[in-house]
């Protein structure tokens, strides 16, 4: 009987070709689609989960309360946070610190700016990367180590054998040497952790006071994960918590700092945005949810095209029935062979479906920054299942219950009634579909005219033409002194840049856009209110090269000296938030802030995503000028000095061509990093482009 219907299904869909055709591509394209967001929801909500012990691992984290507009929350923590945990609490297995240090790399005669990430000894204990060259066991337990990704290998190395080859790493005033004692999988693109160089934490003694990371409880930087034992509940470790935190802060720093330590599940992370973000990247989980509804709206017109079309054949099939019907086929029967046609359409469908999916995949992996593979497991057979088994039995069934309700003596005598009473679900399926289609373009022109507004939208400087070059300044200094050096080497670069004719402005900077937060820092003023803002440190050419309004008082003065020990500019961010009418002349209400005095206020600039509001920021031409009256200092960025240079429209590939040429006869051959402002932007809103593509 099974093979009867087959039989008679492939002769109807021979015999029905356009149809038939129409059909199979309009499921395969919605299959196709429903497969590969599947696979990049799934790949979301999965995150971090090929660790096998993924379920036992927590990330810590911080907070302080001093009261109103002082709450402290971070994912960053204190140096002495792990050991603690490990050393009081039995049933905290490991503990790995987890901290990225910018510096310098130097392999052969090249030298690299890198992040090179520093773990503890246990790194490989508690997480499941892959080595695929050395060995697990004591990778980690010598200071003089270092394990690099296959990428790093072949950018540093190229085709030899990176294997006890040596790597020399900046981490105070000179470079220390390392061997390579193992090379590492690169890490999978869902894993919250990415690296290219380990090192030890051994090495934190070398560039780091043993204050910091002995009794440093205030002073927040890395990233610290426990492993929980076997069969422990969370709660009761972190029920123990303030115990602990009250004898080794004492009791007056306890209760004045309302200070808590909780821990994070590890898998929760990537998606959860009520937390901080810290060094491990987390996405807004909109995303997934909109992919997922859009799957399905794909998934669902498909199905009633099917439907849609198999109704509007139902005249031509009508006969068919009722000449079945007069030589005694049963009703469930009709519907078993209209079922079995709509299966084999849909197998056909997801056969083709697949295919498509796998074509589109490197354009699909494009957008999404991801490394998705369509591998044929269980997960794959079951979504396979469930395609066939929805898309079969819900565009199938109407299809068969209403044909093969069709009386026979209506049919015979040529009586369509029984079939045009249908016709109505056909208009209403018809119109579902135009009005999903609309939904869906539409939602696409609304993200496109957004996507133009990031664009477009005037930031209070001018991004075209405009450059970016970050400056390597060398570790060992004081903060403050290596920002300083780093405006030192502003000025050489100026001094040469400035005959090359294509290049109209140059000017330094501790920030540039689009990487990051600038430096936050808080204080108390003398009304005992706590107050925060953003703090950059420029050159005085910083307005002019930008395109920047002044709209009260006046830009920095180069030949004023006393600008440099005393002059501050501020935003009509921060103009506002003081509640100044007169700006010009005020200085800030803390009583512990050096002399100064405001000369300008410059009208509000987007220093951050267009997503927040410009918030109150204050720019110097040297920190000293403000930094004793901090009480408060949060570093998102890097505020080692930046190159801004703005060029000439026309040929800028060669201007930035001269430009390299300075840079080597500067620095000798150091990796040269050059950035177009626009560009770098434009990356901030990267997920929704690619979510509008």
């Known amino acids: 009987m099974i093979k009867h219907y087959i039989t008679i299904a492939l002769r109807n869909i021979r015999r029905s070709k356009v149809h038939s055709l129409i059909n199979v591509l309009g499921l395969s394209m919605g299959i196709a689609c429903c497969v590969l967001i599947v696979l990049f929801v799934k790949d979301e909500w999965t995150f971090d989960s090929f660790h096998a012990k993924a379920e036992r691992i927590y990330r810590a984290y911080v907070k302080e309360d001093y009261g109103p507009d002082q709450q ?18 039995p049933e905290v297995e490991h503990q790995v610190r987890v901290n990225q240090l910018g510096t310098q790399i130097k392999s052969g005669n090249q030298v690299f700016t890198e992040q090179v990430t520093v773990v503890g000894e246990h790194f490989f204990d508690v997480f499941d990367f892959e080595l695929v060259r050395g060995t697990k066991d004591h990778a980690l337990d ?13 950018k540093y190395f190229g085709a030899e054998d990176p294997l006890n080859k040596t790597l020399s790493i900046s981490l105070k005033e000179n470079f220390e040497e390392f061997i390579v004692k193992g090379i590492v999988k690169n890490p999978p693109t869902n894993s919250s952790i990415q ?7 051994l090495n934190y003694t070398r560039f780091l006071d043993e204050r910091v990371l002995t009794s ?8 610290t994960y426990i492993l929980i034992q076997e069969g422990v509940s969370v709660q009761s470790v972190t029920d123990k918590f303030p115990a602990l935190f009250r004898s080794v802060l004492g ?5 004045n700092s309302k200070y808590t330590v909780g821990l994070q599940p590890f898998t929760s992370i990537h998606l959860d945005t009520s937390y901080p973000t810290g060094i491990a990247q987390v996405n807004n989980p909109r995303y997934s ?3 997922g509804a859009v799957a399905l709206l794909i998934l669902f017109v498909a199905c009633i095209n099917f439907v849609t079309l198999s109704i509007g054949r139902s005249l031509k099939r009508s006969k068919e029935v009722g000449i079945r019907k007069v030589v005694g086929a049963l009703r469930n029967q009709l519907i078993y062979q209209f079922i079995g046609e709509a299966v084999l359409i849909t197998i056909l469908s997801l056969v083709i479906g697949f295919v498509l999916a796998e074509l589109f ?23 396979s299942f469930l395609l066939l088994l929805i898309i079969g039995l819900f565009a199938g069934s109407y299809p068969a219950f209403v044909l093969s309700n069709f009386r026979p003596v209506s049919i015979l005598k040529g009586s369509i009634h029984g079939i045009n009473n249908r016709q109505g679900l056909r208009k209403v399926l018809v119109g579902i579909q135009l009005v999903l289609s609309i939904f869906l373009i539409s939602s696409t022109l609304i993200m496109q005219n957004q996507l133009r507004f990031l664009q477009d939208k005037n930031l209070g400087y001018d991004r075209e033409q405009l450059a970016v070059v970050p400056l ?12 300083n050096s780093g405006f030192d080497l502003v000025q050489q670069y100026k001094n040469e840049l400035s005959r090359i004719p294509e290049i109209t402005g140059v000017c330094g900077s501790s920030h540039d856009f689009g990487h990051g937060g600038w430096v936050k820092v808080g204080y108390t003023d003398d009304q005992g209110t706590y107050r925060n803002f953003s703090i950059n440190t420029v050159e005085p050419d910083y307005f002019d090269v930008l395109k920047m309004e002044i709209k009260f008082g006046r830009p920095f003065d180069k030949n004023n000296p006393s600008d440099k020990r005393r002059a501050v500019i501020v935003n009509e961010a921060f103009v506002k938030d003081m509640g100044w009418n007169e700006p010009v002349g005020m200085k800030l209400p803390g009583k512990n802030f050096p002399d100064h005095e405001v000369i300008g206020v410059v009208k509000d600039f987007n220093y951050e995503s267009l997503y927040t509001s410009v918030k109150p920021l204050v720019l110097v031409l040297d920190p000293k000028v403000l930094a004793p009256g901090f009480e408060n200092i949060n570093i998102e960025s890097s505020p080692m000095p930046k190159l801004f240079i703005r060029m000439k429209p026309g040929n800028m590939m060669t201007t930035v061509e001269q430009v390299k040429q300075v840079w080597d006869k500067l620095t000798g051959g150091e990796e040269f990093v050059f950035n177009f402002v626009d560009l770098e932007l434009n990356r901030q809103y990267a997920s929704e482009r690619n979510l509008g593509k």
Do not use: C
């Not at 402290?72 to 609490?89: I, S």
């Not at 690296?195 to 934490?201: P, V």
């Not at 390597?472 to 920002?483: K, L, T």
């Open 72 to 89: 402290f929350f971070n994912t960053v923590t204190p140096f002495p946070l792990g050991p603690a945990l490990k050393n009081n609490f």
């Open 142 to 154: 010598d200071m003089a180590g270092v394990l690099i990704t296959e990428r790093a290998a072949t």
């Open 195 to 201: 690296f290219d160089i380990l090192i030890s934490d």
């Open 216 to 223: 440093g409880w205030f002073n927040v930087n890395p990233e």
């Open 251 to 255: 009791e007056d720093d306890y209760n």
């Open 289 to 291: 949810y909109i992919l």
């Open 361 to 383: 995949l490197p354009l699909f992996n494009t957008l999404a920054a991801k490394q998705l593979v369509i591998e044929y497991n269980g997960f794959i057979f079951i979504l």
């Open 472 to 483: 390597n300044v060398p570790r060992g200094q004081g903060f403050i002194d290596r920002i």
